[in-house]
Nanobody
């Protein structure tokens, strides 16, 4: 059984920063690729950033230059560093990871990020 535990969300003023973490645990599971999504009530979940197993990272246009996705393989943990936050970044953020084998696709429980003065 693989579990993803997210942390790091909270309330921040516009222009502030937060770092989200997503730790994966499970026997024999290693993160292959990973992504972050976000969702606002009443809207579809939106893809934010991705770091595949090979190739470069990619970001949705609205966060380019402000958000950075990264990983620590030793800790089996992924991160989303969010700088210069804007009110429109307010959402529940979800991590998504996948392994090297079919069916290995997992989601975190979500963490609330609120950007408000």
């Amino acid at each position: 059984q693989v579990q993803l535990v997210e942390s790091g969300g909270g309330l921040v003023q516009p222009g502030g920063s937060l770092r989200l973490s997503c730790a994966a645990s499970g026997n024999g599971f290693n993160i292959n690729g990973m992504a972050w999504y976000r969702q606002v009530p009443g809207k579809q979940r939106e893809w934010v950033a991705e770091m595949p197993s090979a190739g470069s990272t990619s970001y949705t246009d609205s966060v380019k230059g402000r958000f950075t996705i990264s990983r620590d393989n030793a800790k089996n943990t992924m991160y989303l560093q969010m700088n210069s936050l804007k009110p429109e970044d307010t959402a529940v953020y979800y991590c998504n990871v996948w392994g090297a084998h079919p069916g290995e696709d997992y989601w975190g429980q979500g963490t609330q990020v609120t950007v408000s003065s």
